[in-house]
T-cell receptor
């Protein structure tokens, strides 16, 4: 059973460009979470999604950031008009949503804004 | 508001020595508690978890943690560390399917 997949692993964007980060949850998992890790800091929650629904977006910046988890395909975290402060590691986690409540993390996408 | 505190930013331990990493939490009820380990440039791997029941939980790689309700703590321990244990360790809390709240992490260095 493959783990949580994230791509790309590294992404470089110039200021003002768009960044699209993809996350494929583990097979059978219907809950996806996105977290951001700034340098030398812990992980901060951004958004929690189930298929076609945003359950909790309390950690998402109000502007430029959006997330989706469509019926088919991976979850996407989209950052428009990136700024230097968006440089961070973005981690996706998934869980089955029933029974087990553990979140399994992907390897992360390291975004660098130049 | 819920929070997790890891008071030690950096700990250095000799190989073969015992280890204890501290974690304190603030939550309105008894949360689910987790310890994750992160090697440089890698994602997070779950070491162990506490949901309910026995307050001493065993995890992978020889780690264990003890939940103490009276102290709001969930400290991670290992009787004898190996050089491969050098990494960043994160304590986290959650409840049900809700988001996880992480501490700021403790960086563990192992010296020969």
């Amino acid at each position: 059973n493959a783990g949580v997949m994230q791509n790309p692993r590294h992404l470089v964007r110039r200021r003002g460009q768009e960044a699209r980060l993809r996350c494929s949850p583990m097979k059978g998992h219907s809950h996806v979470y996105w977290y951001r890790q700034l340098p030398e800091e812990g992980l901060k929650f951004m958004v929690y999604l189930q298929k076609e629904n945003i359950i909790d977006e309390s950690g998402m910046p109000k502007e430029r950031f959006s997330a989706e988890f469509p019926k088919e395909g991976p979850s996407i975290l989209r950052i428009q008009q990136v700024v230097r402060g968006d440089s961070a590691a973005y981690f996706c986690a998934s869980s089955p949503g029933t029974g087990e409540v553990e979140q399994y993390f992907g390897p992360g996408t390291r975004l660098t804004v130049t | 508001a819920q929070s997790v505190t890891q008071p030690d930013i950096h700990i250095t331990v000799s190989e073969g020595a015992s280890l204890e990493l501290r974690c304190n939490y603030s939550y309105g009820a008894t949360p689910y508690l987790f310890w994750y380990v992160q090697s440089p440039g890698q994602g997070l791997q779950l070491l162990l978890k506490y949901f309910s029941g026995d307050t001493l939980v065993q995890g992978i790689k020889g780690f264990e943690a003890e939940f103490k309700r009276s102290q709001s703590s969930f400290n991670l321990r290992k009787p004898s560390v190996h050089w491969s244990d050098a990494a960043e360790y994160f304590c986290a809390l959650g409840f049900g399917n809700e988001k996880l709240t992480f501490g700021t992490g403790t960086r563990l260095t192992i010296i020969p």
